[in-house]
């Protein structure tokens, strides 16, 4: 239990510290208007995506259960990562898509370039849900240590690159800093690999369709501005 728990609790505070780049470098290099850009994005798209933290908890029970027969845990898994996906993907383009429409109405034009960050968040939560049950099912295997490694690498990631591409892109460079932190994700789908192999080609076609809408609602923002 202690073996099990050490590893599940420092790997879960090591992905929370991903929640002080905001305020340390953001707020230091944008200042406060900034980190209140960020914060917006940021909520609406784990808002949205709150699902996947209950079906990470869930999972580590349900696939506890099946952890000494390797093909049902591999169809568990699977079922669950597309079933995820296909739930959360929907919520997530809605708001990219009519984001532009209610966030001026809501919550004034001042808000706007918290739409500029949401595509790029919100695909980065996308991602986050096909790996948060892979992350479980190595807590359910013994492999927390995986785990901990990669979103040691994803806080790095997030941090270096964040520091690096804000100066030059502005507000956006926390978006791309926040795409760029999911090679991070590789250690996880190479502990997983070792255990069982999943195949992605379902996911492969969920994320062709999500990811060019969630992008699509920017466009449609730029295009508004060129034509005003």
Same mark, same amino acid.
Request: hydrophobic share 60%.
């Given at each position: 239990m202690l073996s099990f728990g050490a590893g599940l609790t420092a790997a879960q505070r090591m992905w929370q510290l991903r929640t002080l780049v905001n305020p340390l470098l953001v707020g230091r290099?944008?200042?406060?208007?900034?980190v209140a850009f960020v914060a917006l994005?940021?909520?609406?798209?784990?808002?949205?995506?709150?699902?996947?933290?209950?079906?990470?908890?869930?999972?580590?029970?349900?696939?506890?259960r099946l952890q000494t027969r390797r093909e049902q845990f591999r169809l568990a898994l699977e079922r669950s990562l597309y079933l995820q996906v296909i739930t959360l993907g929907p919520? #997530?383009? @809605? &708001?990219?898509? $009519?984001?532009? !429409?209610?966030?001026?109405r809501v919550l004034g034009l001042r808000w706007m370039p918290s739409l500029t960050l949401y595509p790029f968040v919100a695909a980065g939560v996308l991602v986050n849900s096909v790996y948060n049950l892979q992350a479980?099912?190595?807590?359910?295997?013994?492999?927390?240590w995986i785990v901990m490694r990669s979103?040691?690498?994803?806080?790095? #990631?997030? @941090? &270096?690159?964040? $520091?690096?591409? !804000?100066?030059?892109?502005g507000i956006a460079g926390y978006g791309?800093?926040?795409?760029?932190?999911?090679?991070?994700?590789?250690?996880?789908?190479?502990?997983?690999?070792?255990?069982?192999?999943l195949s992605y080609r379902q996911l492969a076609a969920c994320m062709a369709v999500?990811?060019?809408?969630?992008?699509?609602?920017?466009?449609?923002t730029v295009l508004r501005h060129i034509i005003r």
């Open positions: 290099i944008a200042g406060p208007e900034g994005a940021v909520r609406m798209a784990e808002g949205l995506g709150a699902i996947r933290l209950a079906a990470g908890r869930m999972a580590i029970a349900a696939l506890a919520l #997530l383009c @809605a &708001a990219a898509l $009519f984001g532009p !429409l209610l966030v001026p479980s099912a190595l807590f359910v295997v013994g492999r927390q979103y040691s690498a994803h806080v790095g #990631l997030l @941090a &270096a690159t964040t $520091f690096f591409l !804000l100066p030059r892109l791309w800093a926040e795409v760029i932190a999911c090679a991070s994700y590789c250690a996880i789908h190479a502990g997983v690999r070792q255990y069982v192999a999500f990811m060019p809408v969630l992008f699509l609602g920017r466009l449609l």
